[in-house]
């Protein structure tokens, strides 16, 4: 029996190809996170890589989903695509302050995405990581680390990240081969981007492909709790995927 919990979504939930193929065609737009947050176990809020919102949609976001629902956030750009790292109070005070907590119990893991040109500075990182909190809003705080330069495959990493427990996200792109695949242990919990559905796959993956990650996840549930994203690839079949690995996941 997995001992953490396994949730599965995509990223964002405004997306118009998936009107007619997600939503229903009759559904309203401003019922979407509604009806999306019934089909999935959790949803990486993306929009906040690019701006930052007021406290009342953190709110209307809690409200809008069932009690059991959680969200990812996706950490600023200005937070994580700068020279040093270690010299980030004010962008990391502006993106934490901005209404974060109001998801209350729904806060789930947040991801710091590092551009692939950001190479590993062991001294730089680990002046970052000391910057991030361990509570928000009066509860823990989970940071996972998705990078992207080859440069993080290393034991000097791996530790460091496992030292303020901070999961490294699981990241797999099709399209970018070079982008490392980091399957460690170094936190309570694990975060997986696949970004490898494919359009021609009702499901977005074979059945044999969703089976595979079936088995991956209840592995790393062993561990911890598991929240595990359809994100790019062939974007509109992204929902199907993910609920294909909720329905198989039982």
């Not at 994580?80 to 109070?89: A, F, I, M």
Request: glycine share 8%; proline share 6%; charged share 25%.
């Amino acid at each position: 029996m997995s001992k953490g919990v396994i949730r599965a979504g995509i990223g964002g939930w405004t997306f118009e190809p998936w009107r007619g193929v997600f939503y229903p065609d009759t559904l309203k737009q401003k019922d979407e996170l509604a009806y999306a947050s019934r089909q999935l176990t959790s949803i990486e809020i993306n929009g906040t890589y690019y701006s930052s919102f007021k406290p009342d949609s953190w709110r209307k976001w809690r409200d809008e989903t069932p009690d059991d629902f959680v969200f990812a956030v996706k950490a600023s750009r200005y937070c994580t695509n700068r020279k040093v790292l270690s010299e980030n109070q004010d962008s990391l005070a502006k993106f934490l302050g901005q209404g974060l907590d109001e998801l209350g119990d729904k806060l789930g893991p947040i991801n710091w995405q590092f551009m692939a040109t950001k190479k590993f500075d062991p001294v730089d990182f680990e002046g970052f990581l000391k910057l991030l909190p361990r509570e928000i809003g009066g509860r823990p705080a989970r940071h996972a680390l998705e990078v992207r330069s080859p440069t993080f495959q290393t034991q000097q990493f791996y530790d460091l990240a496992q030292a303020y427990g901070a999961a490294i996200v699981y990241a797999v792109d099709d399209e970018a081969p070079d982008w490392p695949r980091i399957d460690q242990p170094t936190a309570d919990f694990t975060y997986a981007r696949l970004m490898c559905s494919r359009e021609d796959e009702p499901a977005g993956m074979s059945a044999e492909e969703l089976d595979a990650v079936v088995g991956q996840t209840r592995a790393w549930a062993e561990h911890g709790d598991v929240f595990a994203y359809f994100i790019a690839g062939a974007k509109v079949r992204n929902p199907a995927a993910a609920m294909a690995l909720i329905d198989r996941l039982g």
